[in-house]
């Protein structure tokens, strides 16, 4: 019973993960398009699915594309450099937090051309190579990966030792 209580925990963080990812991404390209005279027309983060921010006009498509996955990955990366060591529980969270969030925007590109989906479709149609796109998986989902490696092996928590009858 307690095996299936860890897994239920692990999969409750990671849809919060999920939905905190997806808002932080589309704060990316909500603060593109305030920056480049676009309106933000709508924002949608559901509960279940993948998220979308509408802006019409859209002055600078490609920048506004490129505001999600960029912030997507910086904003949870500063958190957890600005984080102070102690208390140690939640420098680990954002640490794992970061660490998603550059694996999930670092594939979304890096893989994402393959379909001409979300804003890998949009950059390639502005314009983006190929290349760029991959680099960016390589490198955002690398730098994930190279975060939660950092965090060591997942521990069991220790057994309080059962008493013989």
Not at 126 to 153: I, N, Q
Request: aromatic letters at 10%.
């Amino acid at each position: 019973m307690r095996r299936v209580a860890q897994v239920l925990l692990w999969l409750m963080g990671a849809y919060v993960a999920w939905l905190a990812m997806m808002a932080v991404h589309e704060a990316g390209h909500v603060l593109h398009a305030w920056a480049t005279g676009g309106r933000v027309v709508r924002v949608e983060l559901p509960l279940v699915g993948f998220s979308r921010t509408d802006v019409s006009p859209n002055l600078r498509p490609a920048v506004v594309a490129w505001g999600g996955p960029v912030w997507g990955c910086l904003l949870p990366l500063a958190a957890w450099m600005v984080c102070p060591r102690r208390p140690r529980r939640a420098r680990i969270t954002l640490q794992l937090f970061a660490g998603f969030c550059l694996i999930a925007n670092g594939v979304y590109l890096g893989v994402g051309w393959i379909d001409n989906a979300g804003d890998a479709g949009d950059l390639l149609r502005r314009g983006t190579p190929v290349w760029v796109l991959v680099g960016f998986g390589l490198l955002a989902s690398g730098g994930g990966l190279y975060l939660w490696h950092r965090l060591g092996p997942v521990q069991e928590p220790r057994q309080e030792p059962q008493p013989s009858s």
